[in-house]
């Protein structure tokens, strides 16, 4: 039986965890944490399983294995919801909308009435937009959990600790997924800093991820119920900062006033900054140095490229497969 020691409970090495110890192997995890939490980046994720909306700005692969990640968060927690994915714009900004949905498939254009119908707390407020039907999204934090909790029972063996990847490879199969923690033996990673809000809204009801065209980015209001949303996201190219900056803080919130005037009322009762971990041209990468696996850069793609990251890494351990976002040759 193959033994893999996993390093890093976030997002990317629970689910390499998850998938390892589906197909037989036995895993170890280690992380500094107990339990998931906001010092990990997948803390303060979207949630969003929406691989045809990230055709706008991300590289093909994004959407093409993305696409995986619906059923997979679906057959391992109760999570998810698949409602589909609402995108919208002041009308104003015609040019901006035109431009996405050229830039993206899977979707169909739709006016007012069916925006309203759709989604009745936007009432009247958008003339056109786009619906990705078959797009999902889930609870990030939920999610975190369940994973981790089905791991344990399954058997994977959690411990907390500092990890040393080379040491611990100098023993056996080891795969590091600390994300930006890992950049001193990874140069060519970098932090693209996010920062987020949740609010406390319970006049608001939403069902589903609305992504609002803005003119720096575009900005996303995901429902987690309860009255609350997440409200993000900035895209800023170096390590983050402590605190939100005032930019960021008005533009986000101008955006879900924009949506409904109630979030005017809203309650901001977190803010969350992070740096998400990410090489140059903002895939994923596989490394392999012998016994030491580095997997690693899913940006701001967490949840929806982490199964197929984990289905590669499986791969490579289990049938000496070359990963598709490997660029080097396995040892």
Wanted: charged share 25%; glycine share 10%.
């Amino acid at each position: 039986m193959t033994s893999v020691t996993v390093i890093g409970a976030g997002v990317a090495g629970l689910c390499v965890a998850r998938t390892l110890l589906d197909r037989g192997a036995t895993v170890t995890l280690i992380d500094r944490h107990a339990t998931p939490g906001p010092h990990a980046c997948s803390w303060w994720a979207g949630g969003m399983l929406a691989p045809y909306c990230e055709g706008e700005s991300a590289e093909e692969p994004v959407l093409r294995l993305g696409a995986e990640a619906a059923d997979w968060w679906q057959a391992h927690t109760d999570c998810v919801t698949r409602r589909g994915s609402l995108v919208v714009s002041p009308g104003r900004d015609k040019a901006d909308l035109a431009r996405f949905a050229r830039l993206t498939t899977g979707h169909r254009a739709v006016a007012g009435p069916e925006i309203s119908e759709l989604e009745p707390d936007l009432g009247t407020r958008f003339n056109r937009g786009l619906f990705f039907e078959t797009e999902a999204h889930l609870a990030p934090r939920a999610a975190l959990a369940a994973l981790r909790d089905s791991l344990a029972a399954d058997g994977a063996t959690f411990r907390q600790d500092e990890a040393d990847p080379d040491a611990l490879a100098a023993h056996g199969l080891t795969v590091d997924c600390r994300g930006f923690a890992a950049r001193d033996s990874l140069p060519d990673l970098r932090g693209v800093k996010g920062e987020m809000l949740i609010l406390s809204c319970p006049d608001v009801a939403l069902s589903r991820p609305i992504r609002v065209l803005h003119p720096r980015v575009p900005i996303y209001v995901v429902p987690r119920g309860d009255g609350r949303f997440m409200l993000g996201a900035t895209m800023v190219e170096g390590r983050a900062g402590r605190h939100v900056t005032a930019r960021a803080m008005l533009e986000l919130l101008s955006t879900a006033y924009a949506l409904n005037p109630a979030f005017g009322e809203a309650e901001v009762v977190e803010i969350g900054v992070d740096s998400r971990p990410a090489f140059p041209d903002n895939l994923p990468r596989i490394r392999r140095d012998g016994t030491l696996i580095r997997a690693n850069g899913l940006y701001r793609h967490g949840f929806l490229l982490a199964p197929a990251l984990a289905r590669m890494v499986a791969d490579l351990i289990l049938h000496d497969k070359r990963p598709e976002v490997s660029d080097e040759i396995a040892a």
